[in-house]
């Protein structure tokens, strides 16, 4: 292939971008926190999006380095839930009163997750929830912590002192849409359990949530735990952005139509947004590929991967590999699962394209790494998704590398166990992008440079 190198690209011979040139330092994240002055930022109903574990947080007590080993073993756990749900033919909080969810570990903050701050009850309080496209109720620990809570950066929201608190009869449609979580005398009451056992237990009650000075939706039903335990690190709680009933996203339909979008940021050294638009904002340059349902879990949001490129050539794998256990777009999970087969054929072409580079040891489950630390440059492959209608995701390169140090920089996607596991498009994929969710009209956009 003749290529020629230009503004730190290179092209082949058709004229497509086929790889990028990239610093080694601009994949390292920077101590010091360069918040994004991008347009959506001034768009109302937006949300700053910040990692738990960067400069950024305000959840971050001390500068102890992020512990990897840990990030990706909660990534596994969650995996395994999301899995789990898919073939067991649980469907979320109507399954069961215990519904199991992955942690987010004390240790690590930033389990590769994202937080956002709003505004709770009157007069409002400010509170910093994790958000979670794979989850859908939205809670908090409140006071008086009648059993437990754990610690958390803010302080524990007092239902006492708002005005606008109520709780939720038993009686209610909304708590029997919980799936029979029980009642304390007429008060319904909501348990969710995550994957490593953490749990949040309490009172499921409406509030006022504000979103920005001017977006304020009444009645916002949440779950106000009295009793909470396990592995959330400092934020107050999560606010939960699935397809199901109770989700924030269900809730706000007639406000924001069904529609989200957000930006993660490509380091933990700047911010994203979270945005919601009712009249479907988004940008010209997104481009949709339909929404698809997840057997037995409608709750998540279905993908149809159609086919990898690495360096502009697209592997050759059978179309019935992505097809047989189908995939989902995910905000938690850190590390995009592949079939075995798709995963093989891009290791061995990303190898390939990348042979001059050194390798390090394997980290964790990411088994090709590579020492960067006498570069100061690095010249990357460019990596292509394609989707169902068209839709090409060219990977930022921020989106192909997880980064535990320069001397072991790895290839940030993992094999499932088989081609029939649901796959799993995670969230170190989709850095950089615009990211649209119109959920009523089933599709799901990808737009470049969201963040900028």
Same mark, same amino acid.
């Given at each position: ?10 092209f082949?011979?058709?004229?497509k971008?086929?790889?990028?040139t990239?610093?080694?330092s601009?994949?390292l ?6 918040p994004?002055?991008?347009?959506a930022s001034s ?5 700053e999006v ?11 007590q ?11 073993l ?10 789990s ?5 649980g469907d979320g909080l109507k ?8 942690a987010?570990?004390g240790i690590t903050i930033?389990t590769g997750?994202?937080?956002v701050?709003?505004?709770l009850g009157?007069p409002?309080?400010d509170?910093?929830?994790v958000?979670? +496209?794979?989850?859908g ?16 950066s803010?302080?524990i929201f ?7 608190y109520?709780?939720i009869?038993?009686?209610s449609?909304?708590?029997s ?7 304390s005398g ?12 953490s749990?949040?237990?309490g009172f499921?009650a409406t509030e006022?949530?504000?979103i920005?000075?001017t977006e304020?939706?009444?009645?916002f039903?949440f ?8 592995l ?7 606010i939960?952005l699935s ?6 996203v269900?809730q706000?339909a007639a ?6 979008s ?5 380091s +933990? ?5 979270l945005t919601?638009?009712?009249?479907g ?5 997104v481009s949709?590929t339909?929404?698809s349902t997840?057997?037995?879990s409608?709750?998540f949001y279905?993908?149809?991967?159609l086919?990898?490129s690495?360096?502009? #050539?697209?592997?050759s794998i ?6 047989s256990g189908g995939a989902i ?12 087969t ?5 290791? +061995?072409?990303?190898r390939?394209?990348?042979a ?6 394997a980290f ?13 440059t690095? +010249? ?7 989707f169902a209608g ?8 921020s989106?192909?590398?997880y ?11 993992a094999?499932n ?9 995670g969230n ?5 992008f ?5 959920v009523?009209?089933?599709k799901?956009?990808?737009?470049? #440079?969201?963040?900028?």
């Amino acid at each position: 292939m003749i290529c020629f190198l230009h503004k730190g690209y290179t092209f082949g011979v058709e004229g497509k971008i086929a790889s990028h040139t990239v610093s080694v330092s601009s994949l390292l994240p920077s101590p010091s926190c360069s918040p994004s002055t991008s347009k959506a930022s001034s768009r109302k109903s937006t949300l700053e999006v910040i990692h738990k574990h960067g400069p950024c947080s305000p959840l971050v007590q001390d500068h102890n380095p992020l512990n990897h080993t840990e990030v990706l073993l909660q990534d596994e756990s969650r995996v395994k839930w999301i899995q789990s749900q898919s073939s067991n033919g649980g469907d979320g909080l109507k399954a069961s009163a215990s519904v199991s969810l992955p942690a987010k570990s004390g240790i690590t903050i930033g389990t590769g997750n994202y937080i956002v701050t709003i505004g709770l009850g009157t007069p409002k309080k400010d509170l910093t929830l994790v958000f979670d +496209t794979g989850s859908g109720l939205t809670w908090t620990q409140c006071e008086p912590c009648v059993v437990s809570c754990y610690t958390q950066s803010e302080p524990i929201f007092n239902p006492s002192q708002s005005s606008s608190y109520a709780n939720i009869s038993c009686a209610s449609t909304s708590c029997s849409q919980l799936g029979g979580s029980g009642c304390s005398g007429s008060t319904c009451l909501y348990s969710i359990t995550y994957g490593d056992q953490s749990f949040s237990r309490g009172f499921f009650a409406t509030e006022k949530l504000t979103i920005t000075p001017t977006e304020v939706i009444d009645n916002f039903e949440f779950g106000c735990g009295q009793d909470n335990s396990g592995l959330f690190g400092r934020a107050a709680g999560l606010i939960g952005l699935s397809d199901n009933s109770i989700s924030f996203v269900e809730q706000t339909a007639a406000k924001y139509g069904k529609y989200f979008s957000y930006c993660l940021p490509s380091s +933990t050294s700047y911010t994203g947004h979270l945005t919601f638009v009712k009249d479907g904002g988004a940008a010209s340059s997104v481009s949709f590929t339909p929404l698809s349902t997840v057997p037995q879990s409608s709750q998540f949001y279905g993908i149809s991967i159609l086919g990898i490129s690495v360096g502009g #050539n697209p592997l050759s794998i059978p179309s019935t590999v992505f097809s047989s256990g189908g995939a989902i777009i995910d905000s938690g999970t850190v590390i995009t699962r592949l079939p075995p087969t798709a995963y093989s054929a891009l290791r +061995t072409a990303f190898r390939n394209a990348m042979a001059n580079y050194t390798m390090a040891p394997a980290f964790s489950f990411l088994d090709t790494c590579y020492d960067f630390s006498k570069e100061s440059t690095i +010249t990357v492959p460019l990596i292509t998704f394609s989707f169902a209608g068209g839709v090409d995701a060219e990977l930022d390169p921020s989106g192909v590398f997880y980064v535990v140090k320069a001397s072991q920089v790895c290839l940030a996607f993992a094999p499932n166990r088989a081609d029939s596991n649901l796959g799993i498009y995670g969230n170190t994929q989709q850095k950089t992008f615009e990211v649209v969710y119109d959920v009523a009209g089933r599709k799901l956009g990808f737009g470049s #440079n969201g963040c900028s």
